[in-house]
């Protein structure tokens, strides 16, 4: 009789590779609920958690197995799978049959002898999710995936090999993610949730968090370090909705008017904002894959419009060259260099003039764009704990750039000289 095959010890293998989970881990790693939905803080230990999960079962006894590694983006994947990597070359490295850290793929030599393949998969485009059944799937940064891809996509990759499912993220709202995550909390028996902000890990300093609570806005620190789910806390932009009442107006004589501009790179679109004097959204161009020449004359014409509206563009990158040519064609142009910290600065005053309703969009239905873009755009933190903004997975942020520059524009007023980055442009 062919000996019995002897059971997978995971946390043997976590012992013999050095792993020591903290508390809050090992819970994890000792439950097995087919759905595990990690809600918790920044510098808690998901990512080393995840890896560590999908780097076991990959080396489970098996013929063959697949799993996945997915994420709103490729690098926010390739987060977890280049921890599974880097433990697979210092304790596996025997076991390693294949790896590719470009195209994303890891084969391993299983503990049966048979092949386990890992694959980091970016969930920005439904169609590069397709494909054959999964034996266990790991989603990093859950919450800012759209909803749709999971229940559509990534769960149904599941079923027919009866594969399990391990959810990490910090909360971010309450949305789809939070509903798995109250699905674990007794609601579905195939579910199991756990909530932890980042102090729970014991290796982390609690004092030091605390001073990020004076660096950070309240609900950031509630979200991204408490682990709170906050209704309507990743957004940046409050009463948008309130302020969409507005029609588009023809320019009026003796009005002065500033625009900002956001040119398009590759496949981003390039928009123009044209604001009046009252913080009226009055006019709006937005188009991409068109040729330079022809950017630039809609560009112009429409300022020229405007009674010869003061514009403010993101000089960065492209931008640079285009600001040249409209300052050569004798518009009234502004630069305004991107930083982490003068991106912050425009988007904040744009929060704030929302905040103080001083701005009018347009209806949705006149340009849904817009509306749609700032009430996508969300805030987080970066895994240093640094705080940023931008558009999630899927959206663009071309419109909220452009309106941000031109309030800033609105706010230095027609007299006074335009900023750049820090230092003040002669015009």
């Known amino acids: 009789m062919p000996e019995p095959r002897r059971r997978f010890d995971k946390h043997k293998f976590f012992e013999d590779l050095g792993y020591e989970p903290h508390p809050g881990q090992l819970e994890i790693h000792l439950d097995d609920h ?18 560590m999960e999908g ?48 195209s994303g793929t890891l084969v391993l030599r299983n503990m049966a002898g048979g092949t386990s393949e890992i694959r980091a998969k970016s969930a920005d485009n439904a169609v ?22 999971w229940q559509s996509h990534l769960s149904q990759r599941l079923i027919d090999r009866k594969g399990w499912a391990l959810l990490i993220s910090t909360p971010n709202g309450k949305g789809y993610f939070h509903e798995l995550y109250m699905r674990g909390q007794g609601r579905d028996p195939a579910y199991r ?28 620190f509630r979200q991204e370090y408490g682990a709170e789910f906050i209704e309507g806390a990743g957004a940046v932009f409050r009463y948008v909705q309130e302020a969409a009442t507005g029609e588009w107006r023809e320019p009026e004589k003796g ?7 956001d040119i398009g790179k590759s496949i981003d679109y390039t928009v123009i904002v044209i604001l009046d004097e009252k913080g009226h959204v009055v006019a709006v161009d937005r188009f991409n894959g068109i040729d330079w020449p022809v950017q630039f004359a809609r560009v112009q014409a429409l300022t020229r419009r405007f009674n010869d509206a003061k514009v403010l563009i993101d000089s960065t990158g492209v931008g640079e060259p285009f600001y040249q040519a409209l300052e050569r064609a004798g518009c009234r142009v502004g630069a305004y260099l991107f930083s982490n910290r003068s991106k912050a600065d425009v988007i904040h005053h744009l929060a704030l003039k929302l905040e103080q309703r001083d701005l009018v969009l347009p209806r949705r239905e006149l340009f849904p764009e817009l509306v749609d873009e700032m009430e996508a755009f969300e805030y987080s933190l970066t895994e240093h704990g640094n ?3 931008g558009a999630p997975s899927g959206y663009h942020d071309d ?29």
């Open 387 to 389: 705080y940023r903004t």
């Open 255 to 261: 009005v002065i008017y500033f625009a900002g501009l």
């Open 128 to 149: 590069s999710l397709l494909g054959e059944g999964l034996d266990w799937l790991i989603i990093d940064e859950a919450s800012r995936l759209k909803p749709d891809i």
């Open 34 to 51: 087919p759905r595990r939905v990690v809600a918790c803080g920044v510098r808690w230990g998901k990512t080393l958690c995840a890896a």
């Open 55 to 102: 780097l076991a079962a990959a080396m489970a006894p098996s013929e063959r197995s697949i799993g996945w590694v997915a994420a709103p983006t490729y690098d926010l994947a390739n987060k977890v799978f280049r921890e599974i990597v880097l433990q697979a070359h210092q304790h596996l490295r025997h076991r390693v049959v294949k790896v590719s850290e470009s």
């Open 193 to 220: 949730s756990w909530n932890n902000p980042s102090w729970t890990n014991p290796l982390l300093d609690r004092d030091l968090i605390e001073a990020q609570r004076l660096q950070v806005p309240e609900r950031v």
């Open 399 to 427: 419109c909220v750039i452009a309106l941000a520059l031109a309030a800033w524009a609105l706010k230095k007023g027609d007299d006074g000289p335009l900023l750049v980055a820090g230092a003040e442009l002669i015009e």
